[in-house]
Each structure stands twice: as C-alpha cells, then as structure tokens.
T-cell receptor
Framework: KAGVTQTPRYLIKTRGQQVTLSCSPI?????VSWYQQTPGQGLQFLFE???????NKGNFPGRFSGRQFSNSRSEMNVSTLELGDSALYLC???????????????FGPGTRLTVL | AQKVTQVQTEISVVEKEDVTLDCVYE???????LFWYKQPPSGELVFLIR??????QNEISGRYSWNFQKSTSSFNFTITASQVVDSAVYFC??????????FGAGTRLTVKP
C-alpha cells in the first residue's frame, strides 16, 4: 500500500500571502489529521477530519483552516501568512477517527513551509 | 499543562550501548493510548508502537522494548545494543478521547560509532 503523500514537499511564501497544502491518506483510511512542527513549539495538533467533517481542532487561530473531500484527501489552508508560520506541516491518516483513540496514525513526509 | 513529558532532551551513546528514553504522561481519562514515533533526519514520523491504557504488558520487538506502568504514568522505551541507524528524534505521544494526539517535546538520540 502506498503511504501518506503530501504535496508540495517544499514551499516558500512571503508574509501576507496564503498557502494550500495537500494530503492524500493511505488507501482506505478515512481520518486525516494535521500537525505543525517547529523547533520552538514542537509538534502541535492542528485539526482532524473524518468523513469530510472536522472532528477536532487544536489551539490555532482562524487563519488555519482545512477541509476533507469525499475521497478522504485533505487540504490545509493558511491565510495571511506570518513569519512564525514557517514550519514543517505533517499530515497523518488512520483507518478510523482518532477521537475514538483506537487506531494508529501514519504520517506523511511533511511539507516544509518557509515564510519570508 | 504539559500532558506528555519526555525527560531527556538529548542522549548520546556509543554503539552497542543500551539506552532508555523516559516518557511521563498526564491524563484523567481511563481509556487512552500511548505511542512512540521515530523521526529520522528525513523528517517523516515512523510509527513504532501503540499501547492502550488497559494493557500493561511490556513488549519487545527485536532490539526495542517498552515498559508501560500506569502506577507511575510512564511509558519508557529501551533500545538494546544501539546502532548508528538508531540516531533520530523519538517522540512519545498520548491520545485521549475527543482530543487530538499530544506529543512530547522529543528526545534526540545520537549513537556514535
């Protein structure tokens, strides 16, 4: 089975712009979660989608949003980029919603976003 | 409040030494899951193990072993006979109902030849 794929792998943007990141889960997986990883804050949970519905959201401003499509692919959008948004954005998929805490999340390689 | 604390920030060992990475967690739930992930320099998080709160059996997988103790809220990870390829950042994580996964700050392990 193919793993979780994320595109693009690298991205450079300037302050004030917006960006959309894409994640394709493992085939058959219906839950997709997004995480932000920075040297200062570590790995932080952004949000989780299951069957096109947001199930959980972390403590991030409204500039961070996401959605999930009927084929379980997910996109994450960050509007009005700030320097502090520079990070590795990781996507993870699991067979069922992680809110049930019964399944393992498998991670993609991440998208490294640099905001200048 | 920090839910997952990884005691060591960095550990450096010489190849073939045994090394233990400590993880302490905090939760009020009776049902929860604990995980260990490895993040090599490539950046991708690699799943190592999942343990639910009702299963306190220790587990061994090759050179890896895990010691889960609910009484001390700890889920420690030991690598026996470490190898250079074990060099990575290791994350402990906690998953509770109705919340996303919470990760510890990570322990950077360096295994020197």
């Amino acid at each position: 089975k193919a793993g979780v794929t994320q595109t693009p792998r690298y991205l450079i943007k300037t302050r004030g712009q917006q960006v959309t990141l894409s994640c394709s889960p493992i085939s058959g997986h219906r839950s997709v979660s997004w995480y932000q990883q920075t040297p200062g804050q570590g790995l932080q949970f952004l949000f989780e989608y299951f069957s096109e519905t947001q199930r959980n959201k972390g403590n991030f401003p409204g500039r961070f949003s996401g959605r999930q499509f009927s084929n379980s692919r997910s996109e994450m959008n960050v509007s009005t980029l700030e320097l502090g948004d520079s990070a590795l954005y990781l996507c993870a998929s699991s067979a069922i919603a992680s809110t049930s805490s019964t399944d393992t999340q498998y991670f993609g390689p991440g998208t490294r976003l640099t905001v200048l | 409040a920090q839910k997952v604390t990884q005691v060591q920030t960095e550990i450096s060992v010489v190849e073939k030494e045994d090394v233990t990475l400590d993880c302490v967690y905090e939760t009020r739930d009776t049902t929860y899951y604990l995980f260990w992930y490895k993040q090599p320099p490539s950046g991708e998080l690699v799943f190592l193990i999942r343990r639910n709160s009702f299963d306190e059996q220790n587990e061994i997988s090759g050179r890896y072993s895990w010691n889960f103790q609910k009484s001390t809220s700890s889920f420690n990870f030991t690598i026996t006979a470490s190898q250079v390829v074990d060099s990575a950042v290791y994350f402990c994580a906690l998953s509770e109902a109705q919340e996303g996964m919470r990760f510890g700050a990570g322990t950077r392990l360096t295994v020197k030849p």
